[in-house]
């Protein structure tokens, strides 16, 4: 019964996820994930539940809990983070030996596979990473998330960090060229806010657009919108209106159709604008809010607004369709995928028959 629970064939979970129509017009996908954070994050303030301040990192068999509480409420999508690289300090590589570990890939592999037998799909954005280390993960995991910068850079930042700001952007440049390599499932990330100039924009679009165009693995962008933060820089002032729709229609401008552009902020004040402006994915939505109760729960909300213009909110899997359907996932992966890389194949099949007939 375990195993069947984590293949996501339980008998109320058979079949959740319409897979099949991902593609229609009028649906506005989402993905319903848990965030189980490895790390301690001070731009989290719900990562304190997780790992506290003198723990540094999470203990392996704590992060069960996490994983199955959301696949109960149903998350799919289990995102694992981490600041980058904490195995620079001491006290992090002395916790990893005594729990076992030779190194903190292994911890990532570990926690990631704890989850996936609790029934999610393991996504990690977890920091810096060798071409070794990701074709080590991508055993396990369904996508990797490679950032240009992200709000967690400018809080999160350990003062002794082995890598500085600067080289780290570097690092994940190169990233992004080992990851096509290997084809593992990519996900862009940059943090959008006021004062940045749109140059810097471009070019990472540019860049994500280079790496497709060689090796048709970049999955999707984030645009991390900044929000208050007390610790955040002067220079990352939450962003407008007008420019947050302007940095969307670069994107869209630049990159390839296949290529969706997200915004994980279901309760962003934009998102029905952003909508018109081609927003067909609004990325990843915590399965605690889909969950909640209240009255004035936000997801309710925006699909309210989203039905009345014609749209509706349809779950997916964390790695999309067409992803699935080429079997860009591991073999331990295809546990779950197969099963509905068949029933892809088998509408394609249906439909050129009907078309025949």
Known sequence: MAMGYALGNHDNLEGEINVVEEDQSDLILYSAYTNVYLTHMKSQPKSYLHVPAAQHMAVPYTTIKYAKDGRLKGAR????????????????????????????????YTVAELGFLEGLIPVLDVGILTPAELQKLQEVCALIVISHDS??????????????????????????????????????????????????????FKALKERHSQYQNIHELILDVVVAHPRLPQSLKPISKKKLLRIFEQAKNILPDDINVVIPSIDNEYILDL????????????????????ADNPILEV??????????????????????????????????FDSYRYKIKKDIVDKQRETKS
């Not at 995102?79 to 300090?89: F, N, V, W």
């Not at 952007?169 to 749109?198: C, D, N």
């Open 77 to 108: 999508e289990g995102l694992y983070t981490s600041i980058a690289r904490p195995d620079h300090r001491a006290e992090v590589r002395s916790a990893l030996e005594l729990w076992g570990f030779n190194n903190f890939v292994e911890y990532i």
């Open 151 to 204: 709000i967690s850079d400018y809080i999160d930042t350990i003062s002794d960090s082995v890598m500085p700001f600067e080289k780290r952007q570097q690092f994940r440049y190169k990233m992004l060229e080992w990851a096509g390599k290997l084809s593992l499932p990519t996900i862009g990330k940059i943090a959008v806010s006021e004062h940045k100039a749109m140059a810097e924009y471009t070019d990472y």
């Open 275 to 294: 909508v018109d402006a081609g927003l067909r994915d609004l990325g990843r939505v915590d399965v605690d809010l889909i969950a909640s109760s209240d």
């Open 303 to 336: 699909a309210k607004a989203l039905e009345k213009k014609g749209y509706t909110l349809q779950q997916r899997f964390p790695l999309k369709k067409d992803f699935i359907k080429n079997e860009a996932y591991s073999k331990k992966l295809g546990q779950v």
